[in-house]
């Protein structure tokens, strides 16, 4: 699987069935190759227009299934918020 069939698939965390968005980005170990996170854009600032200042880093334990159009996770939305630091 590429990332970019990954970026295609809608996250939805399996504990409180929110939809958390698509993958933007994944961390990986550059040693083994393997993936360590995926990242997802958090929610929007005011109506959307000012951008982002939080995303999702989900660690890749957490991901309990990736389908055919959607990745299913188990996270603590708190613990997995992290600001983003490109701003």
Do not use: S
């Amino acid at each position: 699987m590429r990332l970019c069939d990954l970026r295609e698939k809608e996250v939805i965390n399996i504990c409180d069935g929110e939809k958390l968005g698509n993958v933007c980005d994944i961390d990986f170990d550059v040693k083994t190759g393997r993936i360590c996170a995926l990242v997802i854009p958090g929610p929007c600032k005011i109506l959307g227009i000012l951008g982002r200042d939080h995303e999702y880093i989900i660690p890749y334990q957490d991901v309990q299934r990736i389908g055919t159009d959607v990745i299913l996770v188990e996270v603590e939305i708190d613990k997995c918020m992290q600001k983003c630091d490109w701003n």
